[in-house]
C-alpha cells in the first residue's frame, strides 16, 4: 500500500513542477518538505532556497527558468519528439487525448495552459489519477481492477512517457540554471526508468 | 549513469504531502467529459475525406465547424443541457444537386440545418462519377449566391413611364410578368407566318442543361434558341464537326500517357476545369508527362513538363510538324489509319487529287490508289512543314519541337487533348489548329483508346427534354412533337452556312443593319427586323459580347426589341435594359439534367432546389404542385425565386395557349392531370425512366422506391447523379444491333431490311419516315457503327466542305509561306506577326480567364471576389516593357485596330506587368474584367403593406409539424406577395464585386470610366451570413470592360467571334485612368462588315440548302423543307 501511495504522490509532485510555474503555497511545500528535499540534492544544499522570500524566489529566479525550460528553448510536448514534422498536434488527431477520453479524462485546457495534451506535466498527472485509481482499487481489493490499472499505467508509460519524456527531461538537464529544476530533471528521468522496472516486475508477476 | 545512481524512490511514504495536494488538478470528469462519452463524436476522425453514407443523408449529426475551431470536443465536450457551452451539433439533411457555375456539373450536396432550415454548406457529392466527391472554388461559392444580400428578391419590372436603362424599377408578380410575356408569345405565334416564329429569341449563355429549354421552343414551333457558343468555343468544335462530325472531344486524361493542353483549359479554368484538373494529376502522377501550349504562362503552363509559348494562331503548322515526322519517320499506326481514316474517299477524288496537283499541295497525281499510295501522298503534302519553317513561323525554340515530338511518339496511343479557348477561340481560322491536332494524333491511332482522345456524344447523356410521355401531346420522347418549319437569318445567317452555331454576337448587329436586311430580303429571305419578344436567361450579352455599346443602343429600342424579359437571380449590366427581371434559381435551386463528357463514360447530374426537395422529404406539401419551388423558396426567405421548369410548364399551359387553340397546351399538359401543367416528378420520372434503361431497371427493382409514385425521379432525387455506362472506348467498333426487324446505330433505329452496303464499306437504312440515312460502316466484314460522318470514318479529307466553296481547306493544312499566307487568309490569324508592323504593335490575348470566376455571376460571390483582384493588367513581356519603357504598375492605353480593315475601334486603359511569362510580341489581359454598374443601389419599394403575407408564420424548422403544414397562399400571384425578410425597400447592386462607372454614348462614340469603387457595408438580408460585410478591403476595379472595345470578329467558316486583337501600345495620356475605356462603334461595324463581306463565302444564287443536313444544326429539330432555300441572283 506505501509503494502506491508513493508513487501517487512522486508523480503529483512532479507533474506539478513541470506543468507550470509554482505558486507560492506549492513552492513552500517544496522547499521545506525533507524528504522532497531528500530527493533533490542541489535544490536541498542551495542557499538561495532558503534566505529567499518566496516571491522573490518565484519571480526572479524560478519562474524566469521554468519559461526558458518550458515555453522558449524546449519543448515539453509528446508530439514534438514523435512526429517526423516536430509539429505539436493541438488538435484532434493526439493518440494522448484518445487515451485520456478512453478513461473518461478530459484535460481542463483553462486551468492546465497548455497547447496540448500531451504535455509532460499532464501526462504525468494522469499517471497520478491512475495510482491513485489503483489504491482505491487495493482498498476496495478489486484484484481484478487492480491487475488492470497496473497494466495501464506499464502501457501508457511505455507507449508515451518513456518514448520521448528522457530526451526532453536531458535537456532540461542541462539546460537548467536553477537547482530546483536541474534536480527535478534529474529525478523524473531515474523515477520513470525506475518505476518501469517496479510496473514490469508487477505485469510480470 | 543513471541506472546506476538511481534511488529508491519506494521507500517508506515517500512524500509526506499527499500528491492530490500537490498536483495541479487539470483533469476534468464533469458534464463536459459526460457529454462526450454519450456522443457518438471523436476528435480523430478516420479520413479526411469522409462523407456520411446515403443512408444518412437525411438525418446526419455533424459537430458545427465554428465551434470546433475553438479546440475539438475535448476542449469543450459536446453541447447539451448540461453543457451549454459544448461544441454545437448540427441535424443535417444531406440533399444532392449540381454545380452550375461552370458547365462541367460537378456533384454537389447541400447540408440543410433542419433547425434553421438554411443550407449551412455546399460539399461534393460523392456518388458523383465525375467529380468523385471534390469541387472547386466556385462550387463551394453557392452557398455565397444563394444568401448574396443583393439578390433579386421578387420578380421586377421596368417602372411604366420610364425608358429602358433608367433605373426605375417596380416590383410585379410573376402572374403578371407571366401574362405580358404569354399573350406577347401567343399573339406572335398565332399570326402564323414565317416572320413571326423568328421573333421570339431565348438567349443563353451556359445552357448547363441537356435538352429542357431546347425541347420547350421546339413545341412552339420557333426558331427562337439562341447561345453564345460563338464567343467561346466555336472554333474549337469545327474541326470535330469535320473530322468526326461530333460536337468535341473528350478525353480520357486519367488514362493518358500525354497530356497536351492547347491553351490552359481543362488544368486551369473552364471546360470541365474540376474534373479534369483531377484526373490529369492522376495521370501525372501515374507517369503521365504535360503539354502546354499556349502563348501566356498560365497556371498549368508553369507545372506542365514542356511549355511551347507559339505565336498566337501558328500551332498549326506546329501539329503539321509532328504530321510530318510522324509520316516520314514511319512513326504511323497503319492499321489504324487504314481502317478508320477516309482514305478511300481521296483518293477515288480524282478531282480533288488535281486541284492539289495544281497547288502545289503534292507534285503529281499518286500512281495508285491503294492505301499505301494514300500514305506517299500524306507524306508529300506535308513535308514542307519542317523543323525550319515551323520554328520560323510560330517564334517556338527547336529544341522545344524536338522535344515535343519525342513526348507525343513515347505516348503511343495514350495521348489526351484539348484544342480549347485560346488557339481556337482567339484566332481566325483557329478551327484548323483542331483539325491538325486530331490528324497528328490519330496517325498516332490515339482516337478512341485508353488515355487517348475521343468525341463527345458517346459520352454525354441528354434527356432532359424526353419526358413527353408524360404530356398529353409529346409523345415518347417528344416523337409528335412537329419539326419547326422555319429558318432564323438572325441566328444562322446566310453569310456563315456553315457556322457551328448562332452567330450570337451578331444579334444587335443585324437588328440594326437594315442594309443587310434589305439585301437578303430582295434576294428572297425574310429577315426579321425586330423582336416581338428577346428573352435571355441567366445571360449577360451586354458585358460579355464584342462590341458591347451596340448591344447597348439595340436593347434600349422598343421598336427593335418590343418586350425584354431575362430569367436571372442577379443583376447585371443587361439586366438594367430590361423590361422584367425574373428571378430565377441558381445551382441549389433548380432542376436540371445535366451531363457533360468529362470521363469515358456516360453520367449524369441531377440539379435539384435543394430546399424543395428537403421540405418534401419531410413531408411538406405545397399549394400548388405547379408551383413547388416557387412556394419552397418562399418558405426559405430567398424571396419570390422560382425556376425555369416550372415556369416553362406554367408559361406555355396557363399563359402562351390557355384554351389550347394554338396546339401547344397540350405539348405540356400532365398526362395525369389533364389541364394542369406536367410537374417536375411526372416529367423527369418520364425523361429519366424513357431514354436510360440501366437506370429504370435499378430504380424500379429498388426496394427503396417500391412505392414511389415515380420511382425513377426519386431514384435521382436522392443520389443527383447517376452512371449509365462506364469504360466507353472505341465505341466506334460497336456492331450494329439487330432487333425486332429493325437495327440500332448511335442509339437511333432503322428497318433492317432496308440495309445496303455502298462504296468505301458504308451502311444506309430507312429510318421511320422512310428517309435513307448511313448508319454504319463495313469494314473486314463486319458492320460497326463507325463515327457520325457521311463516310463513317474520320474525315481528314472533308469531301462536302468542297461542295460549300472551302475547297482549299478540305484537309487539315496551313500555308506553307509568306505568300500562301497571303492567299489564304481565313486560315492564318488577325494577329499574325505579319501584320505587326511597328514596334508597338502587338498580338493580345484575350482568352482566358481566373479558375475562380464564372463570368457575370462571380461578383455575387464575396469570397470568389475577394481571392481575384488581381487588376487583370497587361503581361508584357520584359523585353517589349524594357523597349517601350513601361514599368510594372504603368497605366498605358491598348489601342484596338483591325488587320482586315485597318480601322481602329478605340482604347482601353490598362495597367502593365512586365513577365517572363509571355511570349515576346504577344500581351495577355483576360476579357472577364471590366464589370461594371450605374450606382449603388437602387429603390424598388417591396409593395408590401397591410394585407401582404409573412413568408411563413411558423419558425423554420424542417422538424416542426406546424411548419411543415403551412405553404404561401397564392404564391406568384396578386395578393400574394410575400413580405421579404429584412429587405427594407432599397437593395445593393453586386456589392461584392462591381464598382459605380459613368457611360457616355451617341450613336457611333461610347466612353467608360469608373468613378467609385465598392466599399464595405452592412448587409440586412441574409444578415447573418454576411456579417462580414463589413470587413471588404478591395475597391473592385479589376480590368477594363475591354469587350466593349472589340469589334465583332466573325470566323469566315465556323463564325466564332475571333477574340484576339491587333493592338497599338502607348502610355497613358493625361486624365487616363485604369479602367478607361473609349469606343468608337460606328468603325465597329465596319471592321464587322469588313469581315463579314471580305472573307466569308456565303449562299448565293447557286444555293439550294442553307447548311449541309448531316452537320449538327443545335438545339430543335428542323423540318427538312427548312433547309431549302432559293436566292435571287
Known amino acids: ?205 | 549513469m543513471y541506472l546506476e545512481s538511481r534511488r529508491t524512490f519506494l521507500k517508506g511514504t515517500a512524500l509526506t504531502v499527499a500528491g492530490a495536494a500537490i498536483a495541479k488538478g487539470v483533469f476534468s470528469t464533469d458534464a463536459v467529459a459526460e457529454s462526450v462519452k454519450k456522443s457518438k463524436f471523436t476528435n480523430t476522425p478516420d479520413s479526411l475525406s469522409f462523407y456520411p453514407p446515403l443512408d444518412q443523408w437525411e438525418g446526419f449529426q455533424e459537430l458545427d465547424g465554428t465551434d470546433w475551431k475553438r479546440g475539438g470536443i475535448n476542449r469543450h465536450g459536446v453541447q447539451s443541457e448540461e453543457n451549454p457551452d459544448g461544441i454545437q451539433v448540427n441535424d443535417y439533411m444531406i440533399v444532392p444537386t449540381a454545380c452550375s457555375n461552370c458547365e462541367a456539373s460537378c456533384g454537389l450536396t447541400a447540408w440543410i440545418d433542419k433547425k434553421t432550415f438554411t443550407v449551412r454548406k455546399y460539399m461534393g457529392n460523392p456518388l458523383h462519377v465525375g467529380s468523385r466527391g471534390r469541387n472547386c472554388s466556385k462550387g463551394y461559392a453557392t452557398q455565397s449566391q444563394m444568401y448574396d444580400p443583393d439578390r433579386i428578391p421578387f420578380p421586377l419590372k421596368r417602372a411604366p413611364g420610364s425608358k429602358r436603362g433608367e433605373g426605375k424599377w417596380i416590383r410585379t408578380t410573376w402572374d403578371e410578368a407571366m401574362s405580358t410575356i404569354g399573350k406577347k408569345m401567343g399573339d406572335t405565334i398565332r399570326k402564323g407566318d414565317e416572320l413571326s416564329r423568328k421573333s421570339v429569341m431565348y438567349h443563353i449563355g451556359r445552357p448547363n442543361e441537356n435538352g429542357f429549354v431546347p425541347q420547350v421552343w421546339e413545341t412552339l414551333g420557333l426558331d427562337s434558341y439562341n447561345s453564345h457558343t460563338n464567343i467561346c468555343s466555336s472554333n474549337g468544335r469545327t474541326p470535330t464537326i469535320w473530322t468526326a462530325n461530333d460536337d468535341r472531344t473528350s478525353p480520357d486524361w486519367g488514362n493518358a500517357k500525354l497530356v497536351f493542353l492547347n491553351s490552359s483549359h481543362a488544368a486551369d479554368a473552364g471546360h470541365y476545369f474540376q474534373q479534369a484538373a483531377g484526373y490529369i494529376a492522376d495521370a501525372r502522377k501515374k507517369g503521365a508527362k504535360m503539354v502546354v501550349m499556349d502563348p501566356r504562362m498560365s497556371n498549368s503552363a508553369g507545372m506542365a513538363d514542356l511549355w511551347i509559348a507559339a505565336w498566337p494562331g501558328t500551332e498549326t503548322a506546329i501539329y503539321l510538324y509532328l504530321a510530318n515526322r510522324i509520316l516520314n519517320e514511319n512513326m504511323t499506326d497503319k492499321k489504324f489509319v487504314r481502317k478508320w481514316f477516309n482514305w478511300e474517299t481521296l483518293m477515288g477524288d480524282s478531282e480533288y487529287l488535281n486541284f492539289m496537283v495544281e497547288r502545289g499541295y503534292i507534285s503529281k497525281l499518286p500512281e495508285g490508289r491503294d492505301f499505301e499510295s494514300y500514305l506517299e501522298v500524306l507524306k508529300e503534302i506535308y513535308a514542307p512543314y519542317t523543323l525550319e519553317y515551323v520554328v520560323k513561323e510560330t517564334h517556338v525554340p527547336a529544341y522545344k519541337l524536338e522535344k515535343l515530338y519525342e513526348m507525343f511518339i513515347w505516348a503511343g496511343d495514350a495521348i489526351s487533348t484539348y484544342v480549347w479557348r485560346a488557339t481556337a477561340a482567339g484566332n481566325r481560322g483557329g478551327w484548323m489548329s483542331g483539325r491538325a491536332a486530331y490528324f497528328a494524333i490519330a496517325l498516332r491511332g490515339a482516337i478512341g483508346t485508353e488515355g487517348g482522345t475521343f468525341f463527345h456524344h458517346w459520352h454525354v447523356i441528354s434527356v432532359g427534354g424526353k419526358g413527353g410521355s408524360s404530356t398529353v401531346g409529346q409523345g415518347v420522347a417528344g416523337a409528335d412533337v412537329p419539326k419547326v418549319k422555319v429558318w432564323n437569318e438572325l441566328t444562322w445567317p446566310p453569310e456563315w452556312p456553315l457556322s457551328t452555331y448562332e452567330l450570337s454576337y451578331l444579334l444587335p448587329h443585324l437588328l440594326s443593319d437594315k442594309e443587310w436586311q434589305k439585301k437578303w430580303n430582295d434576294r428572297g429571305l425574310n429577315v426579321p427586323s425586330k423582336l416581338a419578344l428577346y428573352m435571355p436567361r441567366m445571360y449577360n450579352p451586354v458585358w460579355i459580347n464584342p462590341d458591347g455599346f451596340r448591344w447597348l443602343e439595340v436593347l434600349k429600342n422598343e421598336e427593335i426589341m418590343e418586350l425584354t424579359v431575362n430569367l436571372s437571380p442577379v443583376w447585371s449590366e443587361t439586366n438594367w435594359y430590361m423590361d422584367y427581371v425574373l428571378p430565377t434559381g441558381l445551382a441549389g435551386e433548380r432542376h436540371d439534367q445535366h451531363s457533360e463528357a468529362t470521363i469515358p463514360a456516360r453520367w449524369t447530374s441531377f440539379r435539384q432546389p435543394v430546399l424543395r426537395v428537403a421540405l418534401e422529404k419531410s413531408g411538406w406539401k405545397p399549394k400548388n404542385p405547379n408551383r413547388a419551388t416557387l412556394e419552397a423558396h418562399i418558405k426559405a426567405g430567398l424571396g419570390e425565386v422560382w425556376e425555369e421548369n416550372e415556369f416553362m410548364f406554367d408559361l406555355v399551359v396557363n399563359y402562351v395557349d390557355p384554351d389550347g387553340s394554338l396546339n401547344v397546351k397540350k405539348m405540356w399538359e400532365s398526362k395525369r392531370h389533364p389541364g394542369k401543367p406536367v410537374t417536375i416528378a411526372e416529367w423527369y420520372d418520364a425523361a429519366f425512366g424513357d431514354n436510360l434503361p440501366k437506370l429504370k431497371e435499378t430504380a424500379t427493382n429498388d426496394p427503396r422506391y417500391a412505392n414511389e409514385e415515380f420511382p425513377v425521379y426519386a431514384y435521382l432525387r436522392d443520389h443527383g447523379t447517376w452512371l449509365e455506362e462506364d469504360k466507353i472506348y472505341h465505341a466506334m467498333e460497336r456492331e450494329l444491333k439487330f432487333e425486332d426487324g429493325e437495327v440500332i446505330s448511335h442509339g437511333h433505329k432503322f428497318a433492317a431490311s432496308s440495309m445496303s452496303v455502298g462504296a468505301g464499306g458504308v451502311i444506309s437504312a430507312k429510318d421511320h419516315e422512310g428517309k435513307e440515312k448511313k448508319i454504319g460502316v463495313e469494314i473486314d466484314g463486319k458492320k460497326m457503327e463507325g463515327f457520325a460522318t457521311l463516310s463513317k470514318k474520320l474525315e481528314f479529307f472533308t469531301q462536302w466542305a468542297v461542295d460549300w466553296k472551302w475547297k482549299e481547306y478540305a484537309i487539315p493544312f496551313y500555308p506553307r509561306n509568306d505568300e500562301e499566307k497571303v492567299q489564304m487568309p481565313h486560315i492564318v490569324s488577325h494577329v499574325n506577326h505579319m501584320y505587326m508592323k511597328a514596334e508597338n504593335e502587338f498580338a493580345l490575348n484575350t482568352v482566358f480567364r481566373l479558375p475562380y470566376n464564372i463570368h457575370t455571376r462571380s461578383a455575387n460571390s464575396k469570397h470568389l471576389m475577394e481571392i481575384s483582384q488581381n487588376h487583370d493588367p497587361i503581361w508584357i513581356s520584359t523585353v517589349d516593357a524594357k523597349k517601350l519603357g513601361f514599368k510594372r504598375g504603368d497605366a498605358i492605353r491598348v489601342r484596338i485596330t483591325d488587320s482586315v480593315s485597318g480601322l481602329e475601334s478605340g482604347y482601353f486603359v490598362a495597367m502593365a506587368v512586365p513577365t517572363e511569362g509571355v511570349l515576346p510580341g504577344t500581351l495577355a489581359c483576360s476579357h472577364h474584367g471590366g464589370r461594371w454598374k450605374l450606382t449603388n443601389a437602387v429603390t424598388i419599394p417591396n409593395g408590401v403593406s397591410d394585407g401582404k403575407v409573412a413568408s411563413s408564420n411558423a419558425k423554420p424548422d424542417l422538424t416542426s409539424k406546424e411548419f411543415l403544414g403551412e405553404s404561401p397562399a397564392n404564391a406568384g400571384r396578386a395578393g400574394g406577395e410575400i413580405k421579404i425578410d429584412d429587405y427594407s425597400g432599397t437593395t445593393g447592386i453586386n456589392s461584392f464585386g462591381v464598382p459605380v462607372a459613368e457611360i457616355q454614348m451617341d450613336g457611333k462614340e461610347g466612353k467608360l470610366k469608373y468613378v467609385e469603387g465598392i466599399k464595405p457595408f452592412h448587409a440586412e438580408r441574409f444578415a447573418e451570413y454576411n456579417r462580414d460585410s463589413g470587413n471588404i478591403w478591395w475597391d473592385g476595379l479589376s480590368g477594363s470592360w475591354q469587350n466593349a472595345v472589340a469589334a465583332a470578329h466573325p470566323d469566315p467558316v465556323s463564325g466564332m467571334h475571333c477574340w484576339h486583337q491587333k493592338v497599338i501600345l502607348e502610355p497613358a495620356k493625361a486624365g487616363d485612368k485604369i479602367g478607361d475605356i473609349f469606343v468608337n462603334y460606328d468603325n465597329n461595324l465596319k471592321v464587322y462588315q469588313a469581315w463579314r463581306d471580305n472573307l466569308s463565302r456565303g449562299l448565293d444564287s447557286n444555293s439550294t440548302i442553307r447548311r449541309p443536313r448531316h452537320i449538327k444544326r443545335p438545339w430543335v429539330s428542323l423540318d427538312p423543307a427548312a433547309y431549302d432555300v432559293s436566292i435571287k441572283s
Open chain 1, 1 to 205: 500500500m506505501d509503494e502506491i501511495i508513493a508513487r501517487s504522490n512522486l508523480y503529483a509532485l512532479l507533474s506539478r513542477i513541470l506543468l507550470q510555474e509554482l505558486d507560492v503555497e506549492r513552492l513552500e511545500i517544496v522547499r521545506n518538505d525533507t524528504i522532497i528535499l531528500e530527493f533533490m540534492p542541489h535544490w536541498r544544499d542551495w542557499e538561495l532556497r532558503e534566505k529567499t522570500e518566496a516571491k522573490q524566489l518565484l519571480e526572479e529566479y524560478l519562474n524566469p527558468d521554468f519559461t526558458n525550460l518550458s515555453l522558449l528553448h524546449l519543448v515539453p510536448y509528446e508530439t514534438f519528439y514523435t512526429r517526423s514534422d516536430q509539429m505539436i498536434e493541438t488538435g484532434g488527431a493526439n493518440p494522448v487525448t484518445d487515451i485520456y477520453s478512453a478513461y473518461d479524462f478530459l484535460v481542463d485546457y483553462t486551468v492546465a495552459r497548455v497547447v496540448s495534451s500531451d504535455h509532460i506535466g499532464i501526462e504525468m498527472e494522469f499517471m497520478h489519477h491512475l495510482c491513485e485509481a489503483q489504491l482505491k482499487a487495493m482498498e476496495e481489493k478489486d484484484h481484478e481492477a487492480v491487475n488492470e490499472l497496473i497494466s495501464v499505467q506499464h502501457n501508457f508509460l511505455n507507449t508515451h512517457l518513456l518514448r520521448w519524456a528522457p530526451m526532453y527531461l536531458i535537456n532540461m538537464k542541462y539546460e537548467a540554471r536553477t537547482p530546483l529544476y536541474y534536480d527535478t530533471a534529474e529525478m523524473a528521468l531515474e523515477f520513470i526508468l525506475s518505476d518501469n522496472e517496479t510496473l514490469s516486475a508487477l505485469v510480470q508477476a
